[in-house]
């Protein structure tokens, strides 16, 4: 009998070739393939009479073949094939395209089960490329059947029979991670019924159960695992901070801080203070004032003798770090430095001096932080802002530059609380939900591209009076074939600048500029030399520039809501007044509604609490750079509620059995699932 790990080249029918193509899709094992879920399921257990078929429907036909497929040669890279199909009720012509086997395949005389959308024109019934069978065969038909993803070289049906050749051999031989306790008290199913029943469910009833347990199995799972990288990284150890009265440092600010503020600085010195290295997510609103928590922070490092990194995703963004935060803390005694890649040959190599002898406090930079040639005195502290832009190797690698440093990761993304706990399961989270007094609140307003004009006069207006403007483009020019020129960010820019704002300065950056190109043209803007800047969502996190007022957003319907938060927060960032267009010719209920947030509210977190409801958690999870293992089935939008319940179990467990000496399984489990992100997730 095979075991779990055998090659999946040795299910029949997989072979050499499609071993390799199942590859791309991570399979490599019997335990992969019966692990690779579907995305969808397709019902096809609706029966119907030729004659009761209804335009646009999925059903199956049972039909016997009236005569000989045909085969047409259409052109070059088309061909049909085509044949009538009867039952007593009437007749169902059917055609495939491009599958001229099928020509050989059917014969005139023999009954099959046809499955398709249904076409209707008067009597006449037809249909496209439908799955078919052998009359009573059902392996692809009068069932629900499973969608997988695929990749070049595996079609559906070879899936499908791998897997329940792979369920076939292996189903009963399944481990089971959960306790036995744990399964019966959150009345789950065992795991050979619900793997069985994730691909080939008998109903959407059995569905639903074997989907339950194993949700519940893996967030049971992410939750021990999480809970192990804490209690892992309270076994570290390092001298506690002694200074971290930070009274001078409130007296001295020209403003004062909120109380999200105060809040989030308390519980840095708390973490700084109890001898084990702090590992700290703070996350606020654009505009919310997250620098003043790092530099409260750095302050600490340098009153207890230790250095400070802060590395920011851009050189315009260290920039801009260095020119507000230098000032104050030197104001207090430290000394500052700054490092980017573009630094001119001598200037870096007294930075880099400077580092290494201690001389330079705290060091503000962009990932030229982490190159080789940078060493520092006594690294404790390590600042990221926004932390999404960097991958987690990054993180590590400067946290590398050190001896256990304590780790502060800012990011400007809102993220609800329980998926940031998630995602960021190695952190500790501080949230900063409130702004600064005096703040400006951004009118925002969505409109159809009807409107295109009203808003080009109203940016003349702003412009007029010495402001200026962003535009968004969703896509950058891809090939030469544009369907709209506003579509591309160098079209749409050169349109602007030669048809709409003649007398004005437009400019244009993109992700596929370099960096110093990029810096450049952002540099100028915030210069105020530049009167409108078309771009991608390069700018969603950027230069600051106070004198801009009005962002535009085309295609807005594309984004989604916190990215568009992110953008708006482009604006709104000096004295004057500020307004966000959001464009969308987009008229589903969806599409409207999710724009309509963006109307009706400021809040960060409520954006994106909205957006985790509307989208999923694609929009957190897209860059995979947390370090965490990928959620097969879960979805965090929806099982908020099984998820409290995992975590509540895992807890339990953890308490009973802090080694999981009691579970090997689920210890075998979690060795697999972290044993890719170690090094990362510390």
């Known amino acids: 009998m095979p075991e779990l790990t055998t090659d999946v080249r040795y299910v029949k029918g997989i072979g050499e070739q499609r071993a390799k193509a199942l590859e791309k899709l991570g399979i490599r094992t019997l335990r992969d393939l019966i692990s690779y879920f579907p995305r969808a399921y397709d019902d096809r257990r609706a029966y119907k009479k030729i004659k009761d078929l209804e335009e646009g429907e999925n059903a199956c036909v049972e039909a016997m073949v009236a005569a000989a497929p045909v085969l047409s040669h259409i052109r070059k890279g088309l061909e049909l094939v085509k044949l009538r199909a009867v039952d007593e009720t009437g007749a169902l012509d059917v055609t495939f395209f491009n599958q001229a086997y099928m020509k050989d395949n059917l014969r005139a005389g023999e009954t099959y089960t046809f499955f398709g959308r249904a076409e209707a024109a008067g009597r006449r019934r037809s249909m496209a490329n439908p799955a078919v069978e052998r009359e009573g065969a059902r392996l692809m038909t009068g069932r629900i059947m499973p969608v997988y993803p695929l990749t070049a070289g595996i079609s559906q049906l070879t899936?499908?029979?791998?897997?329940?050749?792979?369920?076939?051999?292996?189903?009963?031989l399944l481990p089971d991670p959960l306790p036995d306790q744990v399964r019966r008290e959150?009345?789950?199913?065992?795991?050979?019924?619900?793997?069985?029943?994730?691909?080939?469910?008998?109903?959407?009833?059995?569905?639903?159960?074997?989907?339950?347990?194993?949700?519940?199995?893996?967030?049971?799972?992410?939750?021990?695992?999480?809970?192990?990288?804490?209690g892992r990284r309270d076994t570290l150890a390092c001298a506690p901070w002694a200074d971290t009265d930070l009274s001078d440092f409130y007296g001295r600010l020209p403003f004062a801080l909120t109380g999200a503020q105060r809040r989030s600085i308390g519980e840095i010195q708390a973490d700084l203070s109890v001898g084990r290295p702090m590992n700290r997510l703070v996350q606020g609103d654009v505009g919310s004032g997250k620098?003043?928590?790092?530099?409260?922070?750095?302050?600490?490092?340098?009153?207890?003798?230790?250095?400070?990194?802060?590395?920011?995703p851009t050189e315009i963004l260290a920039e801009q770090h260095y020119k507000g935060l230098a000032p104050l803390l030197e104001d207090m005694g430290v000394a500052c430095a700054l490092l980017t890649g573009a630094m001119p040959a001598k200037k870096r190599r007294s930075v880099l001096e400077a580092a290494e002898s201690g001389a330079a406090q705290v060091v503000i930079g962009t990932h030229a932080l982490i190159s080789a040639d940078v060493a520092y005195h006594d690294l404790g502290l390590v600042v990221t802002d926004e932390q999404h832009r960097f991958g987690v190797n990054q993180r590590s690698a400067l946290a590398a530059k050190g001896e256990r440093p304590h780790l502060l990761v800012m990011s400007a993304t809102p993220i609800p609380r329980t998926l940031a706990l998630m995602i960021y399961g190695d952190l500790d989270v501080s949230v900063i939900d409130e702004l600064p007094p005096g703040r400006q609140k951004i009118d925002t307003?969505?409109?159809?591209?009807?409107?295109?004009?009203?808003?080009?006069?109203?940016?003349?207006?702003?412009?007029?009076?010495?402001?200026?403007?962003?535009?968004?483009?969703?896509m950058v020019e891809e090939n030469d074939q544009i369907p709209d020129e506003r579509k591309a960010a160098a079209d749409y820019a050169k349109m602007l600048q030669e048809r709409v704002f003649p007398q004005l300065t437009v400019a244009c950056v993109h992700g596929r500029m370099k960096p110093k190109e990029k810096d450049k043209v952002m540099s100028a803007f915030a210069a105020g030399e530049i009167?409108?800047?078309?771009?991608?969502?390069?700018?969603?996190?950027?230069?600051?520039?106070?004198?801009?007022?009005?962002?535009?957003?085309?295609?807005?319907?594309?984004?989604?809501l916190s990215q568009l938060h992110q953008l708006?927060?482009?604006?709104?960032?000096?004295?004057?007044?500020s307004y966000c267009i959001l464009i969308s010719d987009n008229q589903?209920?969806?599409?409207?509604?999710?724009?309509?947030?963006?109307?009706?509210?400021?809040?960060?977190?409520?954006?994106?609490?909205?957006d985790l409801r509307l989208r999923g958690p694609g929009d957190f999870f897209g860059r995979r750079q947390h370090g965490l293992p990928a959620l097969k089935v879960a979805d965090l939008s929806c099982d908020m509620a099984l998820l409290r319940e995992a975590q509540q179990a895992a807890e339990g467990v953890l308490a009973a059995d802090p080694e999981l000496k009691g579970c090997p399984v689920a210890a075998e489990r979690l060795r697999e699932m972290f044993e890719t992100n170690e090094e990362a997730m510390n």
């Open 588 to 610: 589903s209920e969806e599409s409207r509604a999710r724009l309509k947030v963006m109307t009706q509210t400021g809040d960060g977190f409520r954006i994106a609490e909205e």
């Open 445 to 474: 307003f969505a409109v159809p591209g009807s409107y295109r004009q009203r808003i080009y006069k109203f940016l003349g207006k702003e412009i007029a009076a010495g402001r200026q403007a962003y535009v968004i483009c969703s």
């Open 159 to 172: 899936l499908v029979k791998a897997v329940e050749q792979g369920l076939a051999a292996c189903q009963k």
């Open 291 to 312: 620098t003043m928590v790092a530099a409260a922070a750095m302050l600490c490092a340098a009153r207890n003798g230790k250095q400070a990194a802060l590395m920011a």
């Open 531 to 560: 009167h409108i800047l078309v771009s991608t969502t390069v700018v969603e996190v950027g230069v600051d520039v106070p004198n801009a007022t009005v962002m535009v957003i085309e295609d807005a319907d594309r984004f989604g």
């Open 568 to 577: 708006r927060g482009r604006v709104g960032r000096g004295k004057y007044k």
């Open 186 to 230: 959150h009345e789950l199913c065992h795991v050979g019924y619900a793997y069985g029943q994730i691909h080939f469910p008998a109903s959407e009833e059995e569905l639903a159960i074997a989907r339950r347990r194993l949700v519940f199995e893996e967030l049971f799972l992410l939750a021990i695992g999480l809970r192990q990288l804490r």
